[in-house]
């Protein structure tokens, strides 16, 4: 069993950064690929960007691109997300996910919802403009 929990969301200005992380609670030495996806009041969840098991390959969504850094320490047991040069429109309640045992690490795998088996409860980050 899996158990992820995000902290490090809060209220931040037009502009600013958040370091948003997920702690993974497991029961095995298992690494898993992991991503982070958000939701916007009244829209569906969208991906933000993965991270492979070993850390060495990502994949970005493009409204994130360059501002966004996704990192992972392993040792620790913990996934993070930078978030620099914050907009209003990144204002949404963000969740990490474990993906899928088996699952290829590639750009379509990594960006869709039903390659994640286990998800944490969400942080929210607001943004004001």
């Known amino acids: 069993q899996v158990r992820l929990e995000e902290a490090g969301g809060g209220l931040v200005q037009a502009g600013g950064s958040l370091r948003l992380s997920c702690a993974i609670f497991k029961d095995t030495n298992y690494l898993y690929n992991m991503g982070w996806f958000r939701q916007a009041p009244g829209k569906g969840r969208e991906f933000v960007a993965a991270i492979s098991y070993s850390g060495d390959h990502t994949v970005y969504s493009p409204s994130v691109e360059g501002r966004f850094t996704i990192s992972r320490d392993n040792a620790k047991a913990t996934v993070f997300l930078a978030l620099n040069s914050l907009e209003f429109d990144d204002t949404a309640v963000y969740y990490c996910?474990?993906?899928?045992?088996?699952?290829?690490?590639?750009?379509?795998?990594?960006?869709?919802?039903?390659?994640?088996?286990?998800w944490g409860q969400g942080t929210q980050v607001t943004v004001s403009s």
């Open positions: 996910g474990a993906v899928t045992p088996g699952t290829n690490f590639n750009a379509l795998t990594m960006t869709t919802m039903s390659s994640y088996l286990y």
